[in-house]
């Protein structure tokens, strides 16, 4: 069995540069991927803040990402099972 300092060895410079750019773009991403996040977040306290529902306005997000057939059939299912809900 290969100790890890064999593999080491046995990989290449270039292997590890590659290897050493992708660790970094991955960190940087990561990093952009929290800033966006804590963006997002502050908008959603400033709508709290303006007197909107901010779960209401998720759900109008995630609506607004599916496809408009697929929203359809899904509002419709809604509908059905509240008319139904109605009568227990």
Do not use: H, P, W
Not at 55 to 80: G, H, T, Y
């Amino acid at each position: 069995m290969m100790s890890d300092s064999d593999r080491a060895d046995q990989m290449g410079q270039a292997t590890r540069e590659k290897l050493r750019q992708f660790i970094g773009r991955i960190e940087r991403l990561e990093g952009e991927k929290e800033e966006l996040a804590s963006d997002i977040r502050d908008v959603f306290s400033e709508m709290k803040t303006f007197g909107l529902d901010v779960k209401v306005m998720r759900k109008v997000l995630s609506m607004r990402k599916q496809d408009a057939n697929e929203r359809a059939e899904q509002e419709a299912m809604i509908d059905l099972y509240f008319e139904t809900a109605e009568g227990v």
